[in-house]
């Protein structure tokens, strides 16, 4: 099945800072790729995906490219603030198999 | 806005208890997903269902029981409710074949079993 590794965290940064979170996948197919994020006190909303090698996702600042001959899907942001103070969770998605998820990387942004 | 939505944000339970979680989409996803989370262990699968009346293990299912009688409904029943139940419980929801779409989740239930 699907399997992934993602940094520990917490992570924390000042804001205006620049963030990258590593994922890196194992998979039996030829996956999708996301990333979540997690507000506290919230469920999990999607931030971004990919869907084939080389394919970048983006959203809110941040970006994400699918490298496949690396399997690594790493989040980054340019300029991080307060308000993306929150929970990441990569995950690899193959065929018709559960979603599995990586423990998470818990981000807290400093004024 | 499409939307998952669970019954309770925070829920006390009694140890021994019969509890019921209940988790409503409105989006006509055939697939539903239930996961809990803990701090250090991230997500981990329960239950999840493809279609109506149909349900899978996941990965803990141990002292879990659901139910899916109708397409938009999934519901987790902890049987016997006890402390190392005490969790954050995530209902999400897809499309069939959705591996390019991703879930969608609810706010999710924090569950105290005393």
């Known amino acids: 099945g699907d399997s992934v590794t993602q940094m520990e965290g917490p992570v924390t940064l000042s804001e205006e800072a620049f963030l990258t979170i590593n994922c890196t996948y194992t998979?039996?197919?030829?996956?999708?790729l996301f990333w979540y994020v997690q507000y506290p006190g919230e469920g999990l909303q999607l931030l971004l995906k990919?869907?084939?090698?080389?394919d970048k996702g983006s959203n809110k600042g941040f970006e994400a490219t699918y490298r496949k001959e690396t399997t690594s899907f790493h989040l980054e942001k340019g300029s991080v603030q307060v308000s993306d103070s929150a929970v990441y969770f990569c995950?690899?998605?193959?065929?018709?198999?559960?979603?599995?998820f990586g423990k998470g990387t818990r981000l807290s942004v400093i004024a | 806005d499409v939307k998952v939505t669970q019954s309770s944000r925070y829920l006390v339970k009694r140890t021994g208890e019969k509890v019921f979680l209940e988790c409503v989409q409105d989006?006509?996803?055939?697939?539903m997903f239930w996961y809990r989370q803990d701090p250090g262990l991230g997500l981990r699968l329960i239950y999840f269902?493809?279609?109506?009346?149909?349900?899978e293990k996941g990965d803990i299912p141990e002292g879990y029981s659901v139910s899916r009688e109708k397409k938009e409904r999934f519901s987790l029943i902890l049987e016997s409710a006890s402390t190392n139940q005490t969790s954050m419980y995530l209902c999400?929801?897809?499309?069939?074949?959705?591996?390019?779409?991703?879930?969608?989740f609810g706010s999710g239930t924090r569950l105290t079993v005393v």
């Open positions: 999400a929801s897809s499309l069939a074949g959705s591996q390019n779409y991703g879930y969608t």
């Open positions: 998979a039996t197919g030829y996956p999708s």
């Open positions: 990919a869907t084939k090698a080389d």
């Open positions: 995950a690899p998605h193959s065929g018709n198999t559960p979603l599995v």
């Open positions: 989006m006509d996803h055939e697939n």
């Open positions: 269902s493809y279609d109506v009346k149909m349900k």
